[in-house]
C-alpha cells in the first residue's frame, strides 16, 4: 500500500498517423493483485480532443468530472468547441493547481485540430508538465513496456489502419508483459470527420 | 472599500433608474469624442488628445492602449478611470485566460470580463460607477475582427462603427451615411479621420490625435524569424508621421 500509481494498475498510449491519430487503454481496475473489474476505460472524449488518464482509480474518474464541467463552461462561455492543444493546457494548469497535493495521475491527450487539421498528441506528469511528441505518448503500470513497443513498431505517416494495427499490437504486448494492465482494450483511430472505436480481442488475465 | 461599507452606493431611485449610472453616462459625454469602424480586414479606433496647454508633452500619454498583442482599447470619460480598466484587462487576460489555456483570450471574452467589472463597481459596497465608455476592437481566429463598445452599467454591444463622447450623435449619423460592408482599413482610417474633424475644436495633426489599427499581423515585430504557427501582434499605434501623411491626403 505505497505507490498511488500503481495501486490501481492500467495503461494508455496514442499514436500520430497520416492525418490521423490513434489512443488506445486497457480495461483493467484492480486492488494491487484483486482484479475487480474488467470494465474500466480509461479514454473520455471532450468536443475534438480525447483524453487517457491512468493512474489512482479515483483520480481517474474525479479529473474525468472536473474537465467535464471546464469543458462544458468553456463550450458556454465560448460558444465554440475546444480544441486539442487548448485542452491539453487546460490540463496543464488543472494539474499544477494541485502542485503541493498532486493528483495521481499519468494523462495523455490525443486530437486533431478542427481548422487546420493537424494531429496533436501529447502527455503530462502528475503536476502539469507537458511532453510534446510528434510520434507517440505512453502512460500508466506498463509504460516502459509500451516506450519499447512503440519505439520499434512506430514509423511516421502510418494510414488509419495500419495506424490502429501498429497502437494495438503496441498496446497488446505492453499490456501481457504487465500483472496490473489488461483484462480487455479499446482503440480509437480519429480523422479529421470521423472516430472508430474498436474494443480489442484480449487475454482476459 | 467593500471592507467599511456593506451597502451599495448605488441603489434604484423611485421611478427605476439607477442615478449614479445616469451621471456616470453624463461625465463620458462630457468627454472627449472616440470612434470605432470595423473595416473588412481590420479596426479602427481613433480618438482626439485634447490638451488644456501646449505645454503638455501629449506624446507622453497613450489614451489608445493595447490589452493584448490582437487587442486595442480607447475611451470617453474620465482618463484614470480608463487607465485603471486596462490595468485590470491586461492583467486579468492573464490570470483568467493565458496561464489556463495559454493563448489570448478572444475579444468577446475580454470584453464580457470588462464588462463584469464594470457591472461589478454598480452593486458592490462603497465604490461608483466607472466614468468612462469603452469601445474594444480585437481579432481572433475563429471571429475575426470585431468591435464592442462597453458601457458605465457593464452593457456591451457589438458595432461595425459607433462613436462616443461629446459629439457622439452627430459623428454616428456621419458614420451611418459613409459605412459600407467591403470598407477596407485604409478606408476606414480614412473616414474615421474624416469623423473626428467634425468634432475636434482645435488644429489636428499627428500631434493631437491618436489612431489605432488591428490589422494584418506585424510578423517583424516579433523579433525573430523561422518559426511556424507563430504571429506577431496585429495591435499597432500610427504614429504622427503616418496620421499627418493621411490629413494631408484628405
Same mark, same amino acid.
Not at chain 1, 475487480?36 to 476505460?41: E, I, L, R
Not at chain 1, 485540430?113 to 487539421?117: A, E, F, R, W, Y
Given at each position: 500500500m505505497s505507490d498511488p500509481s500503481s495501486i490501481n494498475g492500467g495503461s494508455v498510449v496514442a499514436m500520430v498517423g497520416k492525418d490521423c491519430v490513434a489512443i488506445g487503454c486497457d480495461m483493467r481496475l484492480g486492488m494491487q493483485a484483486l482484479t475487480?473489474? *474488467?470494465?474500466?476505460?480509461k479514454i473520455f472524449q471532450f468536443n475534438n480532443a480525447f483524453l487517457g488518464l491512468t493512474g489512482l482509480a479515483t483520480d481517474v474518474i474525479t479529473l474525468s468530472e472536473v474537465f467535464r464541467y471546464k469543458v462544458n463552461l468553456y463550450n458556454l462561455r465560448e460558444e465554440r468547441k475546444i480544441e486539442p492543444e487548448t485542452f491539453a493546457n487546460l490540463v496543464s494548469s488543472t494539474l499544477y493547481e494541485k502542485r503541493f497535493g498532486p493528483y495521481f495521475v499519468g494523462p495523455i491527450v490525443a486530437g486533431i *485540430?478542427?481548422?487546420?487539421?493537424d494531429p496533436y498528441i501529447c502527455g503530462f506528469d502528475l503536476i502539469g508538465c507537458i511532453n510534446f511528441a510528434k510520434d507517440f505518448v505512453v502512460g500508466g503500470t506498463s509504460s516502459d513496456q509500451l516506450f519499447g513497443m512503440c519505439e520499434s513498431l512506430w514509423e511516421p505517416n502510418l494510414e488509419p489502419d495500419d495506424l490502429f494495427e501498429t497502437i494495438s499490437q503496441a498496446l497488446l504486448n505492453a499490456q501481457d508483459r504487465d500483472a496490473l494492465s489488461g483484462w480487455g482494450a479499446i482503440v480509437y483511430v480519429i480523422t479529421k470527420d470521423k472516430v472508430v472505436k474498436r474494443l480489442l480481442k484480449t487475454r482476459q488475465d | 472599500m467593500a471592507d467599511r461599507y456593506s451597502f451599495s452606493l448605488t441603489t434604484f431611485s423611485p421611478?427605476?433608474?439607477l442615478v449614479q449610472i445616469e451621471y456616470a453616462f453624463q461625465a463620458v459625454n462630457q468627454g472627449v469624442t472616440s470612434l470605432g469602424i470595423k473595416a473588412s480586414n481590420g479596426v479602427v479606433l481613433a480618438t482626439e488628445k485634447k490638451s488644456t496647454s501646449d505645454l503638455i508633452d501629449a506624446s507622453s500619454l497613450s489614451k489608445i492602449s493595447d490589452i493584448t498583442p490582437d487587442i486595442g482599447m480607447v475611451y470617453s470619460g474620465m482618463g484614470p478611470d480608463f487607465r485603471v480598466l486596462v490595468d485590470k484587462a491586461r492583467k486579468s487576460s492573464h490570470t483568467n485566460y493565458k496561464r489556463i489555456y495559454n493563448e489570448y483570450p478572444p475579444t468577446r471574452i475580454l470584453v464580457q470580463d470588462v464588462a463584469r467589472t464594470m457591472q461589478e463597481a454598480t452593486q458592490s459596497g462603497g465604490v461608483r460607477p466607472y466614468g468612462v465608455s469603452l469601445l474594444v476592437g480585437g481579432y481572433d481566429a475563429d471571429n475575426g475582427f470585431s468591435l464592442y463598445q462597453v458601457d458605465p452599467s457593464g452593457t456591451y454591444f457589438p458595432w461595425k462603427a459607433t462613436a462616443i463622447g461629446k459629439g457622439s450623435t452627430s459623428a454616428k449619423t456621419f458614420l451611418e451615411k459613409r459605412?459600407?460592408?467591403?470598407?477596407?482599413l485604409e478606408d476606414a482610417i480614412h473616414i474615421a479621420l474624416l469623423t473626428l474633424k467634425e468634432s475636434v475644436e482645435g488644429e489636428m495633426n499627428g500631434n493631437t490625435v491618436e489612431i489605432g489599427v488591428i490589422g494584418p499581423a506585424s510578423d517583424h515585430m516579433l523579433g525573430f524569424e523561422g518559426v511556424k504557427n507563430i504571429q506577431g501582434p496585429r495591435f499597432r499605434k500610427l504614429s504622427p508621421q503616418e496620421i499627418d501623411d493621411r490629413l494631408d491626403a484628405i
Open positions: 475487480v473489474s *474488467n470494465d474500466f476505460p *485540430n478542427s481548422k487546420s487539421g | 421611478s427605476g433608474k459605412w459600407t460592408e467591403d470598407l477596407e
